[in-house]
Every structure is written in structure tokens, then in C-alpha cells.
């Protein structure tokens, strides 16, 4: 296994103390792990390109571990009653619908990698949950800031849902 794919597979296995550590209120250690696994996302895709060790365990794991890394965030700031549940379905139903491309692509002997606008709206998603974490006192911070990044990540799953829709309808052709 090569290092790029070492770090996805790292990634996956912090959710389970970042999760664990956030619900026991362990803020500034869980920041710091979500932190950590959110450089590895970034790590990871460098040195994959960078090295040509693209791989499709790589193409496969990356986006699955994004997704539980946010999605584990989010579920947990619902149980916390600081973000509502409506919004965490939002991101969870757009992820199973390319989920789903991903599969029938698959059957159809082909690997499809996560997309531009898939890659920012993981970082848009990254950025919001860290600022969540911050968790600062300040009313303009939570109004402004925080109710600003909740809007441009939802924006961001919506737009990059239909984008990848739209970019391999030909796998939806072919069912």
C-alpha cells in the first residue's frame, strides 16, 4: 500500500476518536484530530498526483473517507442542537446519489474520481465544521461567520451534486 492511500486509510481511522472526544467535550482535542485528518485529505491527493500513485483503492477510499469524516461531524453537531437535521439529510443524500454513480460505474468497469467541484465542496464542508469547532463566543462569529459557511456549504453540496449528475449521466444512460 502506498503512503497516499496509507493516509485515507489513517483518516478513516481517526473518525472514531474525533467522534468520541467531541461528544465527551473534548472540543480543542477533537479540533485538533479533525484538523489532522483534514490535512491528510489534502496530503493524500498531493502526493498521489505528484508520485503517479493514483490508484482506484485511492479513487475509491478518498471521498469515502471525506465522507465519513464530515458526515460523523455533522451527525454529531445535530445530537450537540447546533446544526439542524435537515441539513445534515441534504449532504447525506447528495453523497449517496454519487455514491450510487460511483457503484454503477463500477458494474460498468469504470472508476470515477472525485470532481473539482466535489473537491471544494469537501473543503468548503472541512472549513465550516473546523469554524464549528472554534466554537468562539462572539455574536458577530456565530451569525456572520458560522451562518455564512452553513449557506455556502450547502450551495456548495447542491451544486456539486448536479455536477456530477450532470458529468456522468452516460453511467445512468447505460443502466
Known amino acids: 500500500m502506498n503512503l497516499p492511500n496509507k493516509l485515507t486509510v489513517f483518516r478513516v481511522v481517526l473518525v472514531a476518536p474525533f467522534v468520541a472526544l467531541l461528544l465527551l467535550n473534548f472540543k480543542w482535542i477533537a479540533l485538533a484530530i479533525f484538523i489532522l485528518a483534514s490535512i491528510t485529505d489534502f496530503l493524500d491527493g498531493y502526493l498521489a498526483r505528484s508520485r503517479n500513485e493514483i490508484t482506484d483503492f485511492g479513487k475509491f477510499m478518498d471521498p469515502l473517507a471525506d465522507k465519513l469524516l464530515v458526515i460523523s461531524a455533522l451527525i454529531c453537531f445535530v445530537e450537540m442542537l447546533k446544526i439542524p437535521a435537515w441539513f445534515v439529510i441534504i449532504i447525506i443524500s447528495r453523497d449517496f446519489i454519487v455514491s450510487g454513480i460511483r457503484m454503477l460505474a463500477a458494474e460498468q468497469g469504470r472508476t470515477i474520481a472525485a470532481s473539482y467541484f466535489g473537491k471544494i465542496k469537501t473543503f468548503v464542508q472541512m472549513v465550516m465544521i473546523i469554524a464549528m469547532l472554534l466554537d468562539l463566543p462572539f455574536d458577530w462569529y456565530q451569525t456572520w461567520v458560522i451562518g455564512s459557511l452553513f449557506w455556502l456549504t450547502l450551495l456548495a453540496t447542491i451544486a456539486s451534486g ?14
Open 162 to 175: 448536479a455536477d456530477y449528475v450532470w458529468e456522468n449521466r452516460s453511467v445512468l444512460k447505460d443502466m
